[in-house]
């Protein structure tokens, strides 16, 4: 199985969990309603954040590339169940052999940011357009921007839907989580615990997340 078609595969199952399995006529087992297209550009509008791109403060600040790539791993999330509601995945697939670029370019990582935001706003309120392969396109262009490959993406999603279904299981939806384990944010711990264990199986990384996460 190549490795998009078990993201959409993991993405599935971590929505039928979160969400009951009606998520897919577009509304939670709760009745509220889901945005897949909304989740998309606020997603974008942090990603954009994490670069120093503003003109009047912190001018010689890095950009938190770290952070960049977690929005980007979060777009991937509401982009992929985006195209499960819609019921046209198969095409994604198309990039299952994409080669990132040589170094990271912020000013046109943000750039393609912007144009997801628009995409995907518009279509949010005109739900005749079918956005999806714009956005696919776009998403691919950003991640190749950040140094990202489809292998690298992969990694970095398993990692983030492993901690998603740990915030679901620990109160997420009714505010009981905490999510600053420490001083940190446990997207921070995640990543860490990865990087430091690169061959945890996504079941070991949901176990260390357990015995990490504050009492």
Known sequence: MNQIKQMFELQQQLNDNTNGTIWTEGATQEGRQ?????????????????????????????????????????????????????????????YNDMKAERDTDPEKVIEILEKIMAVAASASVDPAKNALYDLFALFFQAIAYMEMDVAELYKRYLVKNQLNQFRQKHGYKDGTYVKIWGNVEDNVVAFRLMEDNPELTPEALYEQLENAYPA
């Open 34 to 94: 889901i945005s897949w297209l909304r989740c998309i550009y606020m997603e974008a509008a942090e990603a954009i954040d994490s670069f120093n791109w503003k003109h009047w403060k912190d001018l010689d600040a890095p950009h938190d590339l770290d952070n960049a790539r977690v929005e980007l791993v979060d777009i991937w999330h509401f982009l992929m169940s985006e195209a499960i509601h819609f019921g046209d995945a198969s095409f994604a697939e198309i």
